[in-house]
C-alpha cells in the first residue's frame, strides 16, 4: 500500500512561482517512478511531469517545458514540482501518482488528494 500527500498549492499571481510536494509513505521503492498530473474544471485529467526512478530522466509536458522542474527527494521519500512563471492557464487541481513515468494516468498504481492551484490575472 502506497500513500501520497500533495501540499504547496494555493493562490498566486501571474508570473508567480510555487513549489509542490508530494509525501510518499508505503511500499514505493518498488515503483517506476513518479509523475505530476492536473486537471481544470471541465477538462481531462492531463501529464504534466514526470521523473523515471532507475535514471533521473524527467519528462514534461510541452506547456510547461522551461517553467516547471520536478525533482526528487530519497532520503524524504518526496517529489517536489517548482512552478515558476505561472499563467491563468496553468489553474487546476495538481496531482501525484506513483507507479510510472508515463504521460498517460493509467499506468499509475496510486494518487494523492490532489492540491489547487490558481493563477489569478
Known amino acids: 500500500q502506497v500513500q501520497l500527500v500533495e501540499s504547496g498549492g494555493g493562490l498566486v499571481q501571474a508570473g508567480g512561482s510555487l513549489r509542490l510536494s508530494c509525501a510518499a509513505s508505503?511500499?514505493?521503492?518498488?515503483?517506476?517512478?513518479m509523475g505530476w498530473f492536473r486537471q481544470a474544471p471541465g477538462k481531462e485529467r492531463e501529464f504534466v511531469a514526470s521523473i523515471r526512478w532507475s535514471t533521473g530522466s524527467t519528462y514534461y509536458a510541452d506547456s510547461v517545458k522551461g517553467r516547471f522542474t520536478i525533482s526528487r527527494d530519497n532520503a524524504k521519500n518526496t517529489v517536489y514540482l517548482q512552478m515558476n512563471s505561472l499563467k491563468p492557464e496553468d489553474t487546476a487541481v495538481y496531482y501525484c501518482?506513483?507507479?510510472?513515468?508515463?504521460?498517460?494516468?493509467?499506468?499509475?498504481?496510486?494518487w494523492g488528494q490532489g492540491t489547487q492551484v490558481t493563477v489569478s490575472s
Open positions: 501518482a506513483v507507479g510510472s513515468s508515463s504521460r498517460i494516468t493509467s499506468p499509475y498504481d496510486y
Open positions: 508505503g511500499r514505493t521503492f518498488s515503483s517506476y517512478g
